[in-house]
């Protein structure tokens, strides 16, 4: 059975830009949260979705956004780039929303110059 | 909120000797509690998990941890440490029934020779 994947793996933009990531979970998971991943701030819960709907959120600016299509396939969007914005953005998959053991995809490398 | 402290941020050993990576969770119930293990460029790999029972688990790669409800720590052990062990640990906390993980720090593993 395939992994979680993630495109792009790396992604070079500038401030002010926009940006779309993708995931694809593991076939048959149809919860899929997103984590940040920064040097500083270490690892940060981003979002989580559930049959297309969005269950829980982290403590981020409203330029984070992201969605769930009916596939399960997932993908978020940062406008309005900034430079703190360079991370490791990780997705991660799992069957159901009870606290299950979730799968991560390697991430995108996103850099904002 | 729940919180995760993992105390020691660089842990280096030889190879062949025993591991002891400490984890300090806050939240007042019994979480979920996770390990994880990162690769330089990898995403993250599930190492154990423990949800309830007994408290002393066994994961991959020959690791264990054990569940302490009076300490509030969930400790990662191994007893003989390979160099393919060097990577960065994370433990993580969720709440029963959510798929929010909070991430320690993480403790990055050298092996010396």
């Known amino acids: 059975k395939a992994g979680v994947t993630q495109t792009p793996r790396y992604l070079i933009k500038t401030r002010g830009q926009q940006v779309t990531l993708s995931c694809s979970p593991i076939s048959g998971h149809r919860s899929v949260s997103w984590y940040q991943q920064t040097p500083g701030q270490g690892l940060q819960f981003l979002f989580e979705y559930f049959s297309e709907t969005q269950r829980n959120k982290g403590n981020f600016p409203g330029r984070f956004s992201g969605r769930q299509f009916s596939n399960s396939r997932s993908e978020m969007n940062v406008s309005t780039l900034e430079l703190g914005d360079s991370a490791l953005y990780l997705c991660a998959s799992s069957l159901d929303i009870f606290g299950g053991e979730q799968f991560f995809g390697p991430g995108t490398r996103l850099t904002v110059l | 909120a729940q919180s995760v402290t993992q105390p020691d941020i660089h842990i280096t050993v030889s190879e062949g000797a025993s591991l002891e990576l400490r984890c300090n969770y806050s939240y007042g119930a019994t979480p979920y509690l996770f390990w994880y293990v990162q690769s330089p460029g990898q995403g993250l790999q599930l190492l154990l998990k423990?949800?309830?029972?007994?408290?002393l688990v066994q994961g991959i790669k020959g690791f264990e941890a054990e569940f302490k409800r009076s300490q509030s720590s969930f400790n990662l052990r191994k007893p003989s440490v390979h160099w393919s062990d060097a990577a960065e640990y994370f433990c993580a906390v969720a709440i029963q029934g959510a798929q929010k993980l909070v991430f320690g720090q993480g403790t990055r593993l050298t092996i010396n020779p």
């Open positions: 423990y949800f309830s029972g007994d408290t």
